[in-house]
DNA sequence: CTCGATTAAGTTGCGCACGATTTAATCGAG
DNA sequence: CTCGATTAAATCGTGCGCAACTTAATCGAG
């Protein structure tokens, strides 16, 4: 009772403690800092890294299905490609069939980094310490979370 | 026991959508650019909104206790503050016990702009759409994670 | 076929975010 | 008291992230 007291007081809180928004920002650049010294060995940002994550599944992406996979605009897209591919690790290519669009690919030190990357999940896996029925949960409760405040 | 093998073969996966990371990647950056509008009426960024929260609560911040506080480095709040000062919504005073210290404080009109801010909150939480246990449920294992992933 | 609408990618400007460094004030062992 | 170590802010450089806009190619109604 007292627990639902609190509870209603937290409804409309100006209090940074009590803003979900406030845990999921913490918790997302939280995450980023464990991973910078992982990825600073594969020579990737995260985001570098989220890109690559979707280019080892799936070769040959446009930068609209990138933006799609990743929920990123093209302009935050078009300069993280230009680095990527100054380092060397995919080629970017104008589509015959529709020259509007640009057709990302791995190299071949691009394919080969999915080797070294491949300790990197498990690794912040571990890190972050989740049972899997509580990594499920946040996963699932994310997605949501998303989905609805994407919507309208 | 398919749920068995399948979470099995998500330890370590590169698939980009078994990743909790970018689940958490993509619902911080969707809140964000949920609250934008709501926040541009009050004239403050969601960083910037995040430091009045914290004022709000407790005058007189310095620049290390909000650093504490927000999880921020003293070069990410230097400019914001600078920032909100320009705005005319804090003021910054060297403080005379310690003249390395700085004291942040709300201006007239950064107190004032609490108010406006009180239907932030609860829209937000609206757009959301989680209940009240998958609220607390989500808060509690962002917080278990980035108490986890920030030790050491 | 044509020309206005749509679409894909890129550019620009601004505000984070953070590592590395700098400047200045305070602390504290000897 | 003193001077090396620590601490608080600020500055600098780089890389996102996104709104607004530009450029160029494709689409499609008439």
Known sequence: MDQGAHHA????????????????YAASRSVTTRYRPLLEELGLTYPQYLVML?????????????????????????????????GGLIRRERRSD????VAIRLTQD????R??????????????????EQDATAKHLLRLLTANVTRD
Chains 1, 2 share one sequence.
């Open 9 to 24: 007081a937290e409804q409309g809180s100006l209090l940074l403690q009590d803003q979900l928004c406030f845990a999921l």
């Open 54 to 86: 979707v280019l080892w599944d799936r070769d040959s992406v446009s930068v609209r299905e990138l933006g799609t996979a990743l929920q990123l605009e093209s302009s935050t897209l078009s300069p993280l490609l230009k680095r990527l591919e100054a």
């Open 98 to 101: 529709d020259e509007r669009s």
């Open 110 to 113: 691009g394919a080969d980094l």
């Open 115 to 132: 080797e070294k990357a491949r300790a990197v999940p498990l690794a912040i896996g571990e890190a972050m310490g989740l049972t899997p």
